[in-house]
């Protein structure tokens, strides 16, 4: 089967906002830690060989059980970051297969209305959830496919 795979996900669930300063150093809840071990069967198969993240602990912390698993490193990206500019990533990147973006809602918010507006056959009214994930299908640089994963539990 021809083509590339991006998968866009969301964080896993946060403590509160403003519970915790800075807050690029906010943990994920116990709930969130369920969710990114969660992960590693849900979104572990499709087998990322690269992982992008947000430089915030909460995204850090959704991808490293994915990351062992998988056995790749994961980068920390300040474009992937809150007020980062993930299309500038997204058009640095050579290759976006396999490629996996951990990122916060209005970033991937982002990058999915870029897909949309490039003709791509995504619900863009759909919310990203915490821990959920957008699994692209890429042929000749063009999104032809998406399917939503929603949360694992």
């Not at 474009?79 to 991937?108: A, Q, T, Y």
Request: net charge positive.
């Amino acid at each position: 089967m021809g083509g590339r795979r991006l998968i866009l996900l969301r964080h896993a669930q946060a403590g509160e906002r403003g519970s915790h300063h800075p807050d690029r150093e906010r943990p994920l809840s116990a709930e969130g830690l369920r969710q990114a071990r969660d992960l590693v069967n849900t979104i572990g198969p499709l087998g990322p060989r690269r992982i992008l993240s947000s430089p915030y602990t909460r995204c850090l912390q959704t991808v490293e059980p994915l990351a062992r698993a998988n056995g790749v490193k994961v980068e920390a990206i300040d474009d992937l970051g809150e007020g980062g500019r993930p299309i500038r990533l997204l058009k640095r990147l050579d290759d976006w297969d396999g490629v996996l973006m951990c990122s916060h809602g209005d970033e991937l918010a982002e990058l999915v209305s870029h897909f949309v507006g490039l003709g791509a056959p995504l619900e863009e009214a759909l919310p990203i959830r915490k821990g959920a994930a957008w699994v692209l299908k890429i042929v000749k640089g063009k999104v032809v496919r998406g399917r939503y994963v929603p949360p694992p539990g």
